[in-house]
């Protein structure tokens, strides 16, 4: 089993930053790729960005290609997510999953954290 819990969410103006971050427990952290997901109201949970085992390869949706930028420390085990330049339409639930593969899809990940809500106001 792996652990994981996200803190970093809040409120922020567009055009701000905010950085999330999500600690694991339980197995080794670096036999896992990492991946971020966030969920709207009244939508479908979707891909945001993910990362392999050891950090060396990164994968983005394209709403978010050039804004957010996803890193992992395994010495720490944590992941981040910076988001910059926020738009209205990212306010979301964040979820931090972990999975065997750098996939896109949600059963790509086996464990997943309980999310932490981001708001960007216009």
């Known amino acids: 089993q792996v652990q994981l819990v996200e803190s970093g969410g809040g409120l922020v103006q567009a055009g701000g930053s905010l950085r999330l971050s999500c600690a694991a427990s339980g197995r080794t952290f670096s036999n896992y790729c990492m991946g971020w997901f966030r969920q709207a109201p009244g939508k479908e949970r979707e891909f945001v960005a993910a990362?392999?085992?050891?950090?060396?390869?990164?994968g983005y949706a394209d709403s978010v290609k050039g804004r957010f930028t996803i890193s992992r420390d395994n010495a720490k085990s944590t992941v981040s997510l910076q988001m910059n330049s926020l738009k209205p339409e990212d306010t979301a639930v964040y979820y931090c999953?972990?999975?065997?593969?750098?996939?896109?899809?949600?059963?790509?990940?086996?464990?997943w954290g309980q999310g932490t809500q981001v708001t960007v106001s216009s």
């Open positions: 999953a972990a999975g065997y593969s750098m996939g896109r899809r949600y059963r790509d990940y086996n464990y």
């Open positions: 990362i392999s085992w050891r950090g060396g390869s990164t």
